[in-house]
């Protein structure tokens, strides 16, 4: 068999044997898997009273072996922040929780420091709710402010 053939054949079986390795254990809606993209509704709140303060919408990913990354649109000038990265780990059942950091810029485009977010999240099908602490630091780590939200998350079609 000529080699060329051999090598393409060798990566379309070496192809679907890795895509199959690394595809999410669960499928979608099965109620129990986090993994996946999730369109999401972001509640800003005040932390004493939980009253509604802002919402604005986000997208998050949360991906086979614990990784996520998160679109958010929290800030009144989105490109004053960058995506968040993150860990997520199952913590029971349905029950999940994440932490995820992004950095933060000044108007001029220096560093203003970072956001820290904190999630616990239930997942049911094809939904899911989550409470979200936040810690705000700045440039030198030093924490400045901590706030409070909800996120209510649907799966990506």
């Given at each position: 068999?000529n ?8 990566l ?10 690394f595809?999410?254990?669960t ?5 129990d ?7 999401m ?5 005040d ?5 509604p303060l ?8 949360f ?12 800030q009144q000038?989105p ?16 029950n ?6 992004s ?24 939904t899911?709710?989550?409470?979200v602490?936040?810690e ?8 400045l ?6 996120e209510?998350?649907t799966?990506?079609?």
């Amino acid at each position: 068999m000529n080699t060329k053939l051999t090598k393409m054949i060798r990566l379309a079986i070496f192809t679907l044997v890795a895509g199959a390795a690394f595809s999410p254990v669960t499928a979608k809606g099965q109620g129990d898997d986090l993994v996946g993209a999730w369109d999401m509704v972001i509640t800003f709140r005040d932390c004493d009273t939980e009253a509604p303060l802002r919402e604005r919408p986000g997208i998050i990913s949360f991906m086979f072996g614990g990784v996520l990354q998160e679109f958010g649109t929290g800030q009144q000038i989105p490109q004053n922040r960058t995506d968040g990265q993150g860990n997520w780990s199952r913590r029971q059942g349905r029950n999940f929780s994440s932490v995820s950091k992004s950095f933060r810029f000044n108007a001029d485009g220096s560093v203003a420091g970072t956001a820290k977010l904190f999630r616990n999240i239930q997942v049911d099908g094809d939904t899911f709710t989550a409470s979200v602490r936040s810690e705000i630091y700045d440039a030198n780590g030093v924490l400045l402010s901590q706030g409070c939200a909800t996120e209510a998350g649907t799966r990506l079609e």
